[in-house]
């Protein structure tokens, strides 16, 4: 699988675990509620943006406080493994 194709199916996933959780897939959304719960550096909107449109995927760190925040499996939300 193409490194574009997994950002795409990553920006999948990610927006089926926002509605799940019933949170708008919004990158402003996104961006204000993961830097509330993320001890690095903060994400922008852009940031956020990107992983909604399959741009791009967060770094290992930043997918565990997703995937905390959703309430799903880290393999899951990187991969599309597990439950």
């Not at 990610?14 to 993961?34: C, V």
């Not at 770094?59 to 880290?74: C, F, G, T």
Request: proline residues 5%.
């Amino acid at each position: 699988m193409s490194s574009q194709q997994e950002k795409i199916l990553f920006s999948e996933r990610l927006k089926q675990a926002l509605t799940q959780a019933t949170h708008p897939i919004s990158p402003t959304f996104i961006s204000k509620q993961f830097n509330s719960r993320y001890s690095g550096e903060p994400i922008s909107v852009q940031s956020a943006n990107n992983w909604l449109l399959g741009k791009a995927i967060p770094n290992q760190d930043k997918l565990a406080v997703l995937s905390l925040w959703l309430n799903v499996s880290n393999q899951w939300l990187r991969f599309g493994d597990g439950d």
